[in-house]
């Protein structure tokens, strides 16, 4: 008896725990986006563009990042998309931005 019903339920425990765990991934992509951002905007808040773009690169790996410094900030946006469920369902796409205040110059006056 318990067998018929473990056989019932058990691709809908899989499913479940496929669901979980799609969900864990687009959390930590998102998590990774939102450190890619900080990361290059404080970097180009300081000046540094260079490293902000390799900051972001290496944060968020595949993940697009546009930098703006104008009117004393740096906006670094980094967008990103996951495909939950292995490309079953849509792509999860999304954008994190984050915003620093450009550092003034070592010697100015």
């Known amino acids: 008896m318990a067998t018929a019903e473990l056989a019932a339920c058990l691709p809908v425990l899989l499913l479940v725990l496929a669901v ?3 969900a864990v991934s687009a959390v930590d ?3 990774r986006a939102q450190d890619a951002a900080r990361e290059a905007a404080r970097a180009a808040g300081r000046g540094d563009v260079a490293a902000a773009r390799r900051l972001g690169a290496a ?3 595949g993940a697009r990042l546009q930098l703006t410094v104008a009117g004393g900030y740096a906006v670094a946006v980094v967008r990103s998309s996951v495909r939950p469920l292995g490309g ?3 792509a999860m796409s999304f954008a994190e931005r984050a915003v620093a205040a450009v550092e003034p110059r ?3 006056p």
Do not use: D
């Open 106 to 108: 070592a010697g100015a």
């Open 29 to 31: 992509a998102r998590a």
């Open 88 to 90: 079953i369902v849509p």
């Open 20 to 22: 979980a765990v799609s």
């Open 59 to 61: 944060a968020a790996p």
